[in-house]
C-alpha cells in the first residue's frame, strides 16, 4: 500500500506566542532538575533559616505586647548575633516601653524596622548565600553543555527560537530556584511580620523593606546565574563546569582569607571583591542594612556588572558558535 503525501505539513494545533517560547525551555530545565534528589534536599534545608527567622519576628511581636520569655530570648538573640546599635534599638521597642506618644511610637516602629532588617540581613548574608552556591552547581552545568554534546542545540534551533529566547529560558531555569529561596522567604518573613503587627501603620515605615529584598535578589542571583551558564557554555563537559563554578567560589574565599592580614585600607576592597562570597555580602549588607556602611562601594558595584556583561556576553557568543557552519 503506498504512503502518500510525504513531507512538510501546515500545523492545525495551538501556536505559542513568540514573547512565551522561553517558556517552553525553561520549562524542561525546571522539571529536569527537580529529578535531581540532591536539589530537593538542598532546596528543603535552605528553608530552615527563613523558618527560624520567622519565629524570631513571632516572638518579637510577642514581646512587644507582653514581654516575658519571649522578651528575653529575643535579647539573647540580638545580644549574640546582632551589632551594638541594632541590639539598642530593638531593646527600646520591647522593654516595656510605653507608646502612647509620638515619640515612643516612633521607637517601637524603628525597633521593629531594624529588627527585622537585622534578620533579612542574616538571611541573606550568612544562610541563602552559602546555599546558592550548590543549588546553582547542581541545575546550571549541564543546562548548555549537555545540548551542545547531545546536539540538541540543533533541535531547539531548527523550530522558530532565537537565541535570547533560548538563554531566557536556561536562565529561568535557575532563576526558579534561586528565587524561591531568596526573594520568596524574603518577602514571606515581611508579611508575616505585617500580619502580627499591632496595625497597619507600619506599613507606612517599612514600605522599603520589599523594594530592598527585591534588590537584593537580584544582585545576588543575576551575576551568579549568567556566570554559571557561562561556564556551562565553555565547555561539553558538565563535570567542568561543576568544577569551575565552585573553584571560583573556594579559590576566592582561599585568596581572601590568606591575603586578608596583609591588607590596607586602599587594598581592602580588592581582597574583598577576589572572593564572590565577601562581594555579595558587602552588596547585600550595603542594600539591607541602613545602618551599615560599606566604603567603595561603587567599585563593588562595577564589579558585579562587569562579572554581569561579560558573561552574557561569552555566553551568547557561545552559543552563537555551534551554528556557525
Same mark, same amino acid.
Given at each position: 500500500m503506498p504512503i502518500h503525501n510525504l513531507g512538510y505539513r501546515e500545523w492545525s494545533g495551538p501556536l505559542e506566542s513568540p514573547s512565551s517560547r522561553w517558556t517552553v525551555v525553561a520549562?524542561?530545565?525546571?522539571?529536569?532538575?527537580?529529578?535531581?534528589?540532591?536539589?530537593?534536599?538542598?532546596?528543603?534545608? +535552605?528553608? *530552615?533559616?527563613?523558618?527560624?527567622?520567622?519565629?524570631?519576628?513571632f516572638l518579637h511581636a510577642r514581646a512587644i505586647s507582653d514581654g516575658g520569655i519571649s522578651a528575653r530570648l529575643v535579647l539573647s538573640f540580638a545580644d549574640i548575633l546582632l551589632k551594638t546599635e541594632d541590639r539598642m534599638a530593638i531593646g527600646e521597642s520591647i522593654r516595656g516601653l510605653p507608646t502612647s506618644g509620638p515619640e515612643d511610637q516612633e521607637k517601637l516602629i524603628k525597633g521593629q524596622h531594624q529588627f527585622w532588617s537585622s534578620l533579612l540581613l542574616i538571611l541573606f548574608q550568612r544562610t541563602q548565600v552559602f546555599l546558592l552556591v550548590p543549588i546553582i552547581g547542581l541545575i546550571a552545568p549541564p543546562l548548555i553543555s549537555q545540548d551542545v554534546r547531545s546536539r540538541a542545540f540543533l533541535l531547539y534551533f531548527s523550530r522558530p527560537l532565537s537565541k535570547t529566547q533560548?538563554?531566557?529560558?536556561?536562565? +529561568?531555569? *535557575?532563576?526558579?530556584?534561586?528565587?524561591?529561596?531568596?526573594?520568596l522567604p524574603g518577602l514571606l518573613l515581611y508579611t508575616v511580620g505585617v500580619l502580627l503587627s499591632q496595625d497597619l501603620s507600619i506599613?507606612?515605615?517599612t514600605w522599603d523593606l520589599p523594594l530592598r529584598i527585591v534588590a537584593v535578589t537580584a544582585t545576588i542571583t543575576v551575576p551568579s546565574t549568567l556566570l554559571a551558564l557561562m561556564f556551562s557554555s565553555l565547555t561539553t563537559e558538565s563535570r567542568y563546569a561543576s568544577f569551575a563554578?565552585?573553584?571560583?567560589?573556594?579559590?576566592?574565599?582561599a585568596t581572601h582569607a590568606a591575603m586578608l592580614p596583609f591588607s590596607t585600607s586602599e587594598t581592602n576592597v580588592v581582597i574583598r571583591s577576589l572572593s564572590l562570597y565577601h562581594l555579595y555580602r558587602d552588596v547585600s549588607g550595603w542594600l539591607l542594612d541602613l545602618n551599615t556602611t560599606v566604603t567603595d562601594i561603587e567599585t563593588r558595584i562595577i564589579i558585579l556588572l562587569a562579572i554581569t556583561v561579560i558573561s552574557f556576553a561569552i555566553l551568547m557568543r557561545r552559543i552563537a558558535a555551534p551554528m556557525k557552519i
Amino acid at each position: 500500500m503506498p504512503i502518500h503525501n510525504l513531507g512538510y505539513r501546515e500545523w492545525s494545533g495551538p501556536l505559542e506566542s513568540p514573547s512565551s517560547r522561553w517558556t517552553v525551555v525553561a520549562g524542561i530545565g525546571i522539571r529536569r532538575a527537580w529529578q535531581s534528589a540532591w536539589l530537593r534536599r538542598v532546596m528543603f534545608f +535552605a528553608w *530552615i533559616p527563613a523558618v527560624a527567622m520567622g519565629f524570631m519576628i513571632f516572638l518579637h511581636a510577642r514581646a512587644i505586647s507582653d514581654g516575658g520569655i519571649s522578651a528575653r530570648l529575643v535579647l539573647s538573640f540580638a545580644d549574640i548575633l546582632l551589632k551594638t546599635e541594632d541590639r539598642m534599638a530593638i531593646g527600646e521597642s520591647i522593654r516595656g516601653l510605653p507608646t502612647s506618644g509620638p515619640e515612643d511610637q516612633e521607637k517601637l516602629i524603628k525597633g521593629q524596622h531594624q529588627f527585622w532588617s537585622s534578620l533579612l540581613l542574616i538571611l541573606f548574608q550568612r544562610t541563602q548565600v552559602f546555599l546558592l552556591v550548590p543549588i546553582i552547581g547542581l541545575i546550571a552545568p549541564p543546562l548548555i553543555s549537555q545540548d551542545v554534546r547531545s546536539r540538541a542545540f540543533l533541535l531547539y534551533f531548527s523550530r522558530p527560537l532565537s537565541k535570547t529566547q533560548y538563554v531566557l529560558g536556561k536562565a +529561568a531555569t *535557575i532563576l526558579t530556584y534561586t528565587t524561591i529561596v531568596t526573594l520568596l522567604p524574603g518577602l514571606l518573613l515581611y508579611t508575616v511580620g505585617v500580619l502580627l503587627s499591632q496595625d497597619l501603620s507600619i506599613l507606612n515605615y517599612t514600605w522599603d523593606l520589599p523594594l530592598r529584598i527585591v534588590a537584593v535578589t537580584a544582585t545576588i542571583t543575576v551575576p551568579s546565574t549568567l556566570l554559571a551558564l557561562m561556564f556551562s557554555s565553555l565547555t561539553t563537559e558538565s563535570r567542568y563546569a561543576s568544577f569551575a563554578w565552585f573553584s571560583v567560589w573556594i579559590f576566592g574565599a582561599a585568596t581572601h582569607a590568606a591575603m586578608l592580614p596583609f591588607s590596607t585600607s586602599e587594598t581592602n576592597v580588592v581582597i574583598r571583591s577576589l572572593s564572590l562570597y565577601h562581594l555579595y555580602r558587602d552588596v547585600s549588607g550595603w542594600l539591607l542594612d541602613l545602618n551599615t556602611t560599606v566604603t567603595d562601594i561603587e567599585t563593588r558595584i562595577i564589579i558585579l556588572l562587569a562579572i554581569t556583561v561579560i558573561s552574557f556576553a561569552i555566553l551568547m557568543r557561545r552559543i552563537a558558535a555551534p551554528m556557525k557552519i
